[in-house]
């Protein structure tokens, strides 16, 4: 069975907000996403409100009729928006302050008690709780323990191993092949655990493969390099290609 494919459009909004202009539309964007084949469509609620507002959430909530995955921090103001509006999945982020995008996973062991809230509270109202973490035993050890029913394995730093052809030869290469190690055996050890498996960040059509021959991940979440390549040939068809390239590795 070939991965779902959730396309996140935080940069359809990121296009929006340069100018406070009421397009692109992310309800547009995500009604071509579903019609180009995606699963679901996936979108980070930032504290700083960079890209994606509540008010989308809302609407994309009454538009999405695939999956609304919606990422944000553990914190009770997000957790709140989250049971009011009520999307199929919430993925529980880090977010740093100043940070470009999310950098690397949440680190569940020292936030337990956190998490654990959480967690608790997305379940009790009948939202799938998701933790993005680094492909890491410890952190699938604390996932299983605050019951959360998946991980997504942060991709970061096999992506950045392949960045710039990289992950040809040499040290790139060798590295690459080190962190998809580390995700293979993280996927094989939260399957154990009985979570459910995603995978993403920093994915792109050249570097998606590999991961996607890894077999307990049943769901990847897509989005910079899905944007970048829709300003040239369209969304409907950046779907479709990524949809293509993680279809051909199986
Ligand atoms: N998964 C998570 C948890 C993320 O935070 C992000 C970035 O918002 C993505 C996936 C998608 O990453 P990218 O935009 O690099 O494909």
Redesign the pocket.
């Known amino acids: 069975m070939t991965a779902r494919l959730n396309v ?1 459009i ?1 940069h359809v909004a990121t296009v929006r907000q340069a100018r406070r202009a009421p397009e692109p539309s992310v309800v547009a964007a995500a009604m071509i996403c579903e019609q180009a084949g995606a699963d679901g469509i ?1 979108i ?1 609620l930032r504290g700083d409100r960079r890209h994606i507002q509540d008010a989308d959430v809302r609407l994309l909530r009454e538009s999405v009729t695939t999956y609304l995955n919606v ?1 944000m921090a553990a914190t009770e103001e997000m957790v709140k928006v989250a049971i009011e509006i009520q999307p199929d999945a919430v ?1 529980l ?1 880090p977010e740093n302050r100043g940070e470009i ?2 950098e690397g996973g949440l680190n569940v062991r020292t936030n337990i008690a956190i998490v654990r809230a959480a967690v608790n509270k997305l379940r009790e109202s009948g939202i799938m709780a998701s933790l ?1 973490i680094d492909p890491d035993p410890h952190q699938i050890e604390a996932a299983h323990e605050v019951n959360a029913q998946q991980v ?1 394995l942060c991709t970061a730093a096999y992506a950045e191993a392949t960045l710039g052809g990289r992950g040809i030869h040499g040290e790139g290469a060798v590295r690459a092949n080190q962190e998809l190690r580390r995700l293979r055996e993280a996927a094989a050890l939260a399957a154990q655990y009985g979570l459910h498996v995603a995978a ?4 792109t059509y050249r570097n998606v493969g590999a991961v996607a021959r890894i077999g307990e991940i049943a769901e990847f ?5 899905i944007i970048a390549r829709s300003v040239f040939v369209g969304l409907d068809h950046a779907v479709r290609e990524m949809r293509a390239a993680i279809d051909a590795a199986k």
């Not at 993403?200 to 994915?203: R, S, V």
């Not at 979440?221 to 390099?225: A, L, T, V």
């Open positions: 996140n935080d996936t980070h990422e993925s982020v995008t999310t993005f997504e993403g960040h920093g994915l979440n897509i989005g910079h390099n």
